[in-house]
């Protein structure tokens, strides 16, 4: 329950997949400092980020490598261009990111610049596509199955689960003949829906072992401080503040599931009632809403788009 009687928000970021062609372009043409968040990041990765975000080709952005630091740029951009920061007198109580949008947790709450996170991201995003060639496999998205079912045929096929994202949602990962087995286990089972998910590899799995190490690499020479907002991890559905955890958080995610559906649980029942998703698409606040109806979830897109822009 709400302490004191108040209500409180939590932040919440997507993660590869909510991206599309044309994002952002409403909130870079009315806010100066989402201007800012896109000039820095065209600098920083020494090509015009801005325009693959505006203009496409969709194929390009698509890619892992370039859809990562595209979706923590366009959230970051939504968090600042909104002044939505934890500068601002509404402070949320917790950050939450799905994947990937855990990075831009992490420069909502100050534990790492927007330069070092978006760097970071371009670099886990190169990575995460060259294991996924070294190591061909895919993500299942299986619908209408419970946990109990879904680890069963894990268990039985091979592979793992990768996001447990809300009931009767649950994303597997694994090699490209195994997840081939596990889907038909699943329609077996009764699964509503089998759906291949448009992904360069079996992330959150340990076919990323080798994007792992080179993560290892990638975050020692970075300066993760403590988070001013607890961040409700992926992996364990818990609060962590600790600099040194936070980055020890991004290695496990990678090989590890996602725990969307429990990490929701845990804000609401410390007192969350409010859920407002910054970045790009509408995923995050669907889920939300299918974990529990008596809370409020908005997206920070769809409300700037109801002021004008059109998709």
């Not at 061909?136 to 199955?145: C, K, Q, S, T």
């Not at 897109?301 to 998709?311: N, P, T, V, Y």
């Amino acid at each position: 329950m709400p302490m004191n009687g108040q209500e409180r928000t939590a932040y919440v970021f997507p993660g590869q997949g909510s991206q599309w062609v044309g994002m952002a372009r409403d909130i870079h043409a009315a806010a100066p400092h989402a201007r800012d968040v896109f000039e820095e990041a065209d600098s920083a990765l020494g090509f015009r980020l801005s325009r693959l975000c505006f203009e496409g080709p969709e194929d390009v952005l698509r890619q892992t490598v370039n859809a990562q630091p595209a979706i923590l740029t366009v959230s970051i951009a939504y968090l600042r261009g909104n002044e939505l920061s934890p500068a601002s007198t509404d402070i949320p109580a917790f950050v939450a990111g799905h994947s990937l949008g855990e990075y831009t947790a992490l420069v909502a709450a100050g534990v790492l610049t927007f330069k070092d996170a978006l760097l970071l991201a371009r670099e886990r995003g190169r990575l995460m596509q060259e294991a996924g060639e070294k190591h061909p496999g895919g993500m299942l998205a299986l619908i209408g199955l419970d946990e109990t079912a879904v680890r069963d045929i894990c268990d039985t096929s091979g592979i793992q689960i990768a996001n447990i994202n809300c009931p009767g949602q649950i994303a597997v990962s694994g090699a490209t003949d195994p997840l081939a087995r596990a889907a038909e286990l699943a329609r077996a089972r009764g699964a509503q829906r089998v759906v291949p998910l448009q992904v360069s590899g079996a992330f959150h799995s340990r076919l990323m072992e080798s994007a792992g190490q080179g993560m290892a690499l990638a975050t020692s020479g970075l300066d993760f401080r403590d988070a001013t907002i607890p961040i409700v991890a992926n992996t364990t559905a818990l609060p962590i503040t600790d600099g040194g955890a936070v980055r020890s958080e991004l290695l496990e995610q990678l090989l590890n599931c996602v725990q969307w559906q429990k990490s929701v649980e845990y804000m609401i029942s410390h007192g969350v009632t409010n859920f407002i998703e910054i970045g790009p698409g509408q995923v995050l606040t669907g889920l939300i809403k299918r974990i529990n109806r008596d809370v409020t979830a908005i997206s920070m897109e769809k409300k700037d788009s109801q002021k004008g822009s059109a998709r």
